[in-house]
């Protein structure tokens, strides 16, 4: 009894990655997570040899079944009724024409928590909406505001929503789960992925609810607090960036220690913070002649050493040696049936006593069918010669 | 009723962790945030109602400590210290960002509170955790975005790299805090222990980029910026009549292609040799050029609701205004007054992240005044005297 969610099962529908994300969480920490796919149901992007799929699904059993069969339905309804969770982040009309939404599934199993994933809830007029984490930042002013003042939307140009909604979804089974406890009653959770993202723009929003302010981008500037210099700074190498934020008197005093107190940092124009931020496209250029004789590296590094907040713009490469990140084991690797050894992200969530654990890598499709099907769901010989020759578990 | 009613939390996180406190006391913990006398440094963060620096105006402060209880309390003076671990021994959950070693030369570091609680759970987030060569390193919004590996990959060939907007560093950190809290919560109902939760603000950018460890780990592909286009392609935003939209590039090829060839603006794209999703890949920024001709043609409502109509996963490139317009959030209810009695008005603010059947994620209240409920829990709560709470006051230990 070691593990947090251990003894639970979960019934995994998702695709992609916001839901894939929040399940992987639920897995890592000892959940029995159940992935279901099907060779005629799959989505696109699916596939279980790649990259993408094995990251966001390790730790979860996979099981082939096909739900476009009635029976391949009825199968899934058995799992639900052994099952404490339920995540799907589908559209909200396909689980409804598969007959396995949540009033349905409730009859089956009534303790049953179930968590629906989608772009914009299953309710309101945009609820068919088909979206992606892409689709959703640029609903919802994310993509507008990730951009150089004045200048076009930029955006993030990857799928942070889908984490997002992922971690936000996590947290909603795990706060259904506290309350299961006290009340032996389960739920369902309808997430929207856009008001799950909205939730990470709150100030913005209040500036416009409050102030009647319609929040614009400010680049790589700071937006709460005030910092100068703040930034991203050319680097000596090709493409190669540093960013430094200095907040307090205190770092800036060691700021210019470092540089060798330069004629400049004693100019009147940068005295007080004030001054530096009223003075920061000046201030930006002097620092950048600095930084771009030195490494991103030694910039952060004799920063840092003199109490200054300054990290190197690292690129995937960077990342995979980052020194920190290696003691702290933030990259895991595994063996995987086909593809040999496979690394991945670990988990950011460091528990004392019952850390994450990495048993095995995602499954292979239906993989786990003999486990699940035999030994969970008690299916005679017969019973399952008679599924596969019907194509239920293809 | 909310799922962690019952359950209490001592708030002593800034910018790092107040999000995370947040969504505890959202979801009905009674959740009291302990600043020092005179109020926290995040009241500092702008922007301010009505734009005038406040310490009771600050609109960050505001919707990261909703549903939150407030008190002062010197945990750098001996008496504040003892009258600390008076409220631990209370608590269920303690939630702090303070630079790693901090606690422990004030006596209040984990392992000392757990002598006096042992179900007590601390969840600590920091720049970068309590281990490691960095452990002492100093880091914020911008530097976890750069060192997590987000910053590179955002903005253009020819720009800077560029943060994405908002403190997303501080905002995803703290949800990972959460989802970390509420795993030994859970673990707790087994084993009657808390534990410590360690959650670094560095692994928590490096765990929300998607494609760009993946690619790196499965392909030796390093992902570069590529402005607009998403990183796969599959998406690129494009400038229209009255602001920009986000289109998918190669969902239903030949409808989109019949949808412009109807405008007679299909170009050399009914082709059937761009039927080949390779050579679209290939020849993408033919492909642009000839959507933006198009897309210049027509608004971002019209281009939205035609092409979700058709299922294409299109979205208008939104500002705050219009997202607060949005017919869906308000159809749903999305956004809920709050009130300030203070100001004597109310303002929206954004609603639960997920909508939960049984047990309502919600916003109870303002956030607290500096001080606000210093009678209610000094007073009321661990019964020292309105004359002792005078002298702890007149000693700036409250």
Known sequence: MDKAPQGLRVIDFTWVLAGPFATRILADWGAEVIKIQSKVTMPEGEQN????????NRNKLGIA????????????KRLVDISDIVVENFTPRVMRNWGLDYDILRKVKPDLIMLSMSGMGQTGPMRDCTAFGATIQALSGITHLTAFPGQPPLGLGYSYADHVAGLMGALAVLEALEDRRKTGKGQYIDLSELEAMSTLLG??????????????????????????PYGAYRCKGEDRWCAIAVFTEEEWVAFCRVLGYPLWTKEER????????????????????????????????????????????????????DPQLQSRDFFVGIEHPTLGKISFDGSPIKLSDTPAQFKRAAPLLGQDNDYVYRELLGMSESEISEYTSAGVFG | MSALYGLRVLDLADERGAFCTKLLADMGADTI???????????????????IPDPEGSLCFWYHNTSKRGITLNLENIKGQEIFRKLASTADVIVESFPPGYLE????????????????IMTSIT???????????????????????????????????LKPYGEQAYLVSSLFGAIGTMLALHRRHLCSEGQHVDVSMHECIAGVIEHVNVRYLYEQVTAQRQGTLHWNNAFRIFPCKDGYILLSLFQQWDTLVEWLESEGMAADLKDEKWRDH??????????????????????????????????????AVNSVEELMDNVQLSERGFFVEVSHTKSNASFEYPGAPYKSSESPYRILRRAPLIGEHNEQVFGEELGFSEAEIAALLSAGII
Not at chain 1, 271 to 278: F, I, K, N
Not at chain 2, 36 to 51: L, M, N, S, T, V
Not at chain 2, 132 to 157: E, F, H, T, W
Not at chain 2, 302 to 313: D, R, S, T, V
Request: with cysteine; glycine share 8%.
């Open chain 1, 49 to 56: 040899t790649s990259g993408y799929f094995n990251t966001w």
């Open chain 2, 33 to 51: 945030r302990i600043e020092p006398p005179g109020g926290d440094r995040i009241r500092e963060a702008g922007p301010f109602i009505k734009d």
């Open chain 1, 270 to 321: 940068f005295s007080t913070l004030s001054d530096r931020w009223q003075n920061i496209d000046q201030l930006d250029l002097l620092v950048e002649e600095w930084t771009k004789e030195r490494s991103p590296e030694e910039v952060m590094s004799i920063l840092q050493e003199a109490g200054v907040a300054a990290g190197v713009v690292q690129n995937a490469t960077d990342l995979s040696r």
């Open chain 1, 203 to 228: 100030t913005a929003i209040l500036d416009y609810s409050v102030n009647g302010r319609i929040a614009s981008p400010v680049g790589n500037r700071p937006i709460h607090r005030l910092a100068a």
């Open chain 2, 127 to 161: 720049d970068f955790g309590q281990t490691g060569p960095y452990k002492n390193y100093k880091s914020c919004d911008i530097v976890a975005s750069a060192l997590g590996g987000q910053m590179y990959v955002c903005g253009d060939r020819d720009t800077p790299p």
């Open chain 2, 105 to 120: 030369k004030l006596g209040l570091d984990y392992e000392e509170l757990k002598k006096i609680n042992p179900r007590l």
């Open chain 2, 278 to 315: 390779q050579l679209r890949l290939e020849e993408i920024d033919h492909v642009i050029q000839v959507l933006e001709q198009w897309t210049l043609k027509h608004t971002m409502t019209e281009l939205m609701e035609q092409g979700q109509a058709m299922h294409f996963p299109w979205a």
């Open chain 1, 65 to 76: 079944l096909n739900l476009s069969k009635p029976q391949g339905v009825e199968i899934a």
